[in-house]
């Protein structure tokens, strides 16, 4: 089975499996699915699991270097456990970034 796809150089329709558009003579590089969409992103799964039990101390935050934040979880004990569910949500659905930009997600990579 092949779908009509549009060339990325002339935008003229053509076949998906055509690894060369027949009106431009433009090689088609396809991207592949990406296999890595369901692979568990363990540093995240880690996360996830230290954000679970300790998360209430900021702990979380401590090893990924949010220090200032995770003084202030400590010391008002996880947002009075809010703050805590928040991260723990955020780690879940891959909203939480660690001090480096390094996103961490239970479930993706990216
Ligand atoms: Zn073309």
């Given at each position: 089975?092949?779908?009509?796809?549009?060339?990325?150089?002339?935008g003229q329709q053509i076949s998906d499996t055509d690894l060369v558009c027949g009106h431009c003579d433009s090689r088609q590089n396809f991207t592949e699915p990406s296999r890595d969409a369901s692979r568990k992103n363990y540093e995240g799964v880690i996360a996830f699991v230290v954000c679970f039990f300790f998360g209430v101390f900021g702990i979380h935050r401590f090893?990924?270097?949010?220090i200032g934040t995770g003084i202030l979880m400590l010391v008002t004990v996880g947002g009075f456990g809010i703050w805590w569910l928040i991260d723990l949500i955020r780690i879940a659905i891959g909203h939480f970034t660690d001090s480096r930009g390094n996103r961490l997600s239970l479930i993706h990579d990216h």
């Amino acid at each position: 089975m092949s779908l009509n796809v549009f060339c990325r150089y002339c935008g003229q329709q053509i076949s998906d499996t055509d690894l060369v558009c027949g009106h431009c003579d433009s090689r088609q590089n396809f991207t592949e699915p990406s296999r890595d969409a369901s692979r568990k992103n363990y540093e995240g799964v880690i996360a996830f699991v230290v954000c679970f039990f300790f998360g209430v101390f900021g702990i979380h935050r401590f090893i990924y270097g949010k220090i200032g934040t995770g003084i202030l979880m400590l010391v008002t004990v996880g947002g009075f456990g809010i703050w805590w569910l928040i991260d723990l949500i955020r780690i879940a659905i891959g909203h939480f970034t660690d001090s480096r930009g390094n996103r961490l997600s239970l479930i993706h990579d990216h």
